[in-house]
């Protein structure tokens, strides 16, 4: 499929949804259910060409959500249906009126770079991973040991190993040194 053929699908379904406003089943619709059916369709096999489409009608609810505490009126329903209808039909005319101006927003000319691979060196210095590494590495190294100095300040601190350092460090004291006693006979 080219772009130009899905943009020229695109000005009938615009079309179609200024005709589907106000509808009393909302979401429930069969002619609303069948245009967007068919419209995600058209989305998602220009998608597999390879465009990326700026429109978020698959996630759209086309309905007011109640809850618990809310339960909304026939009035509040229609209101949120043709909210979600215009806010696609904003985006199918900005896609339209975007290729009427530049035209197909990706050229077939244009190949996309494939990722180099890198080549690794014979050693790996902290000057190599400054260079080739990214932010997020050196954020995550840096962030492990903060943790571990942290850890490390507070396994100290802990009475376990207080406990653990002074048995180890108790050693029995050897026998203090008898002091030799002047011999029998000898006179101070």
Not at 1 to 8: G, P, S
Not at 46 to 65: A, H, P, V
Not at 160 to 177: A, G, H, R, V
């Amino acid at each position: 499929m080219k772009y130009e053929d899905f943009v020229n699908e695109l000005r009938e379904f615009l079309l179609e949804a200024n005709n589907l406003f106000d509808l009393n089943k909302v979401d429930e619709d069969p002619n609303f259910r069948k245009w967007r059916h068919n419209l995600t369709d058209l989305i998602q096999r220009i998608e597999d060409n390879g465009y990326d489409i700026n429109c978020s009608i698959q996630n759209r609810l086309f309905c007011e959500q109640g809850s618990y505490t809310y339960d909304p009126s026939q009035k509040d329903h229609v209101e949120a249906f043709n909210r979600d209808l215009q806010d696609t039909i904003n985006e199918l005319e900005t896609i339209i009126n975007k290729f009427d101006k530049y035209g197909d927003p990706k050229s077939k000319d244009i190949i996309k770079p494939q990722n180099e691979q890198l080549e690794w060196p014979q050693k790996i210095t902290l000057s190599w991973l400054y260079a080739h590494a990214p932010f997020g590495l050196w954020m995550k190294a840096g962030g492990f040991l903060l943790a571990a100095f942290l850890l490390g300040i507070a396994v100290g601190q802990s009475q376990l190993y207080i406990e653990i350092s002074n048995k180890l460090n108790t050693t029995e004291k050897p026998n203090k040194q008898i002091q030799s006693t002047p011999k029998s006979g000898a006179t101070d």
